[in-house]
């Protein structure tokens, strides 16, 4: 079982390009989340879903977009990277809000 | 915003020395998680603490939960070079969302 997967694992990008950042998991997890880690600043929840069909604006959602079409995978979008999204992404899901939180390799983004 | 502080954000220590690393707020939390990181990879679960005053301990590693629920510390006795990681509290509080902390990066050297 490969548990929370993230692809791709590095990208730079340059201002105003978009992409998207995909996580995929084989828990049958019903919560997914997606975070950002920034030196000093510990994880910072950027969307989450509940469930397949489902997201929700986490603690810095601005700039990003999510979606949940399946289950096993969550979506997230940058429409017009900017420097500021420079950052590693991970990716992570649980069985539930109060359970533990199981976390994918993340996504180291570079933003020129 | 709930915010959760470490300190320290760095320590550098021998092989066989101890240390405590400490997650503070002015909130209370339902509950406290402490997760290690690895570099490349993502944070993993150690432990979860859910009651006030509450210790566990796992191996060499010793975590407790404040009185008053708004703190935590985690204690490593004889540190070894496998402990190296960044060292994350999370705290779970409105809406059962986690918070974590700012993070303390450790390296345990030979």
């Known amino acids: ?112 | 915003t709930q915010l959760l502080e470490q300190s320290p954000q760095f320590l550098s220590i021998q092989e066989g020395e101890n240390l405590t690393v400490y997650c503070n707020s002015s909130s209370v939390f339902s509950s406290l998680q402490w997760y290690r990181q690895e570099p490349g990879e993502g944070p993993v679960l150690l432990v979860t603490v859910v009651t006030g005053g509450e210790v566990k301990k796992l191996k060499r590693l010793t975590f407790q939960f404040g009185d008053a629920r708004k703190d935590s510390s985690l204690h490593i006795t004889a540190a070894q070079p496998g402990d190296t990681g960044l060292y994350l509290c999370a705290g779970r509080g409105t809406a059962s969302k986690l918070t974590f902390g700012t993070g303390t990066r450790l390296q345990v050297t030979l």
Request: proline fraction near 5%; include cysteine.
């Open chain 1, 1 to 112: 079982n490969a548990g929370v997967t993230q692809t791709p694992k590095f990208r730079v990008l340059k201002t105003g390009q978009s992409m998207t950042l995909l996580c995929a998991q084989d828990m049958n997890h019903e919560y997914m989340y997606w975070y950002r880690q920034d030196p000093g600043m510990g994880l910072r929840l950027i969307h989450y879903s509940v469930g397949e069909g489902t997201t929700a604006k986490g603690e810095v959602p601005d700039g990003y977009n999510v979606s949940r079409l399946k289950k096993q995978n969550f979506l997230l979008g940058l429409e017009s990277a900017a420097p500021s999204q420079t950052s590693v992404y991970f990716c992570a899901n649980s069985a539930g809000p109060s359970y533990e939180q199981y976390f994918g390799p993340g996504t180291r983004l570079t933003v020129t």
